[in-house]
């Protein structure tokens, strides 16, 4: 299995991704809607499906006569089995899901943490069938250049100097459109949205969690200090502190044809 830094056996990563979903599922719901390929009876995959709730609704989407596929390394956090719905195990990097037979292929919050994007995306391409949709949805990074006060902005200057080492591109969102674009797709377009957050909010907990699910790689990288760690642990939970984090970037393209 390739190397994941926030594998699903670390304590709290169910946790994790149900914050993920809650957060996040709204958002790709609402571009998949936009899109108008989802219906009874179409068929979809899903890429690094996570503990699988936008398969789940997928599924319900597709019903009746649809399947959606959701693949991941790891499907252990996946508890939902419901018709229409197929699990697969598997590693987008190595191969295409199918060939040619999917309206909607989407992947959220993926990408970044793969080694070979450019395989991954073009193996996701190579699933659509004519006129299907490509739908990434991927962070960017760029607000943190800006946060307030000084001691985030030099946590995350720490926490970008880990991922670099880790192999994470947290700055990804901004090359979907032209990767797109490279692969032929068609009708390629896209928008960033930025959640505005404070201490104690669902944000704020979504990152103490992930940090303390990181903290030993993280201090031991030598990128960040405990003291580092601990002080922005303090503005997580301070509801005074607002902060802006992550463009996610949510980009669409056809395949040629249909
Ligand atoms: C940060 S989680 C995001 C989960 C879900 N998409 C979400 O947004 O809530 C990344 C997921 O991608 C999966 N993943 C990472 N690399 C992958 C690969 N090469 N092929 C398939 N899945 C992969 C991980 O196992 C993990 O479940």
Redesign the pocket.
Known sequence: M?A?V?G?RLRGEGAR?AL??EL?DPMHRRYIDALGVVKPGARTLE?????GSMSAWLAQRVSPGGTAVA????LSLVQVRMPGLELRS????AGPAERGTFDLVT????LH??ADAEA?IANMVAGLKAGGALLLIEPDFLPVSVAEPREVREFWDGWLAWSRERGIDYFIGRTLAPRMASLGLTNISGTAEIAVYNGGSFWADYWIDTITELRGDLVSSGKLDEPLVDKFLEYCADSNWWTQTIAFTAVHGLAQGG
């Open positions: 390739p994941y926030l699903h991704l993920m979903s996040l890429v690094g499906c996570g503990n693949v991941d390394l790891d598997a590693d987008i990097v992947a959220r919050a993926v943490h793969v991954a």
